[in-house]
């Protein structure tokens, strides 16, 4: 199965509101990074997380190691966020292993 | 901030013809990494390399796939032959720190769509 579970798959957002993405993983990991993936294909580095809260901007992200899971908050979200949000985990001696994404879509 | 270049953005092929993709990984990195992602698909591993050497690679890394960095220039993926199953967008990746830790920077993909 799946060892890197995203929620929601997808997002439908008027512009302002808040959002909160899941990522959830099935097996212990060391580390995870969030990326976005504009709708033209380029995966830009949001976070790397290993552990605890980070933020830049109107992004916020929360890890927790041993309860296997991160959060995305984005906080009043603009048009420009629209996209694909992945996280993907590292696992002890395994390559970053990627979710399937929250598609994110912000309307005027 | 730190850049990884690929080269080309996209390519168009007849089916059993070879491709290089190429990939100009960020100065000083030693760890360099080629992804799968087929339009609307999840981002899937290939490979990762090291000194000269792949370290681990997936199920999807067939043997028509080779990758290769001689001399410290490009980061290379080729696949001879090429398959239909093959068209996707590739992306290289690289890291500074260990094989392991350290954040992963991408590049911006190579699409390659096999005809």
């Known amino acids: 199965g799946q060892q890197v579970q995203q929620s929601p798959t997808s997002l439908v957002l008027q512009e302002g509101e808040n959002a909160e993405l899941q990522c959830n993983f099935s097996?212990?990991?060391?580390?995870m990074q969030w990326f976005y993936q504009r709708p033209g294909g380029s995966l830009i580095s949001v976070f790397y997380n290993p552990s605890g809260t980070k933020q830049s901007g109107r992004l916020t992200s929360t890890t927790v190691i041993k309860e296997r899971r991160s959060s995305l908050h984005i906080s009043s979200s603009q048009i420009t966020d629209s996209g694909t949000y992945l996280c993907?985990?590292?696992?002890?001696?395994?390559?970053?292993?990627f979710g399937t994404g929250t598609t994110v879509s912000v309307s005027p | 901030g730190p850049k990884v270049l690929q080269i080309p953005s996209h390519q168009i092929i007849d089916m059993g013809q070879m491709v290089t993709l190429n990939c100009d990984p960020v100065?000083?990195?030693?760890?360099f990494y080629w992804y799968k992602q087929i339009l609307g698909q999840q981002m899937e591993f290939l490979v990762n390399f090291y000194n000269g050497k792949v370290m681990e690679k997936s199920k999807l890394f067939k043997d028509q796939f080779s990758v290769e960095r001689p001399d410290g220039s490009y980061f290379t993926l080729k696949i001879q032959p090429t398959a239909l199953e093959d068209s996707a967008v590739y992306f290289c990746?690289?890291?500074?720190?260990?094989?392991?830790?350290?954040?992963?920077?991408f590049g911006e993909g190579s699409k390659l769509t096999v005809l």
């Open positions: 993907a985990m590292e696992q002890g001696g395994r390559a970053l292993i």
């Open positions: 990746a690289s890291r500074g720190q260990g094989a392991h830790t350290g954040q992963l920077y």
């Open positions: 100065s000083n990195h030693l760890y």
């Open positions: 097996t212990s990991l060391n580390s």
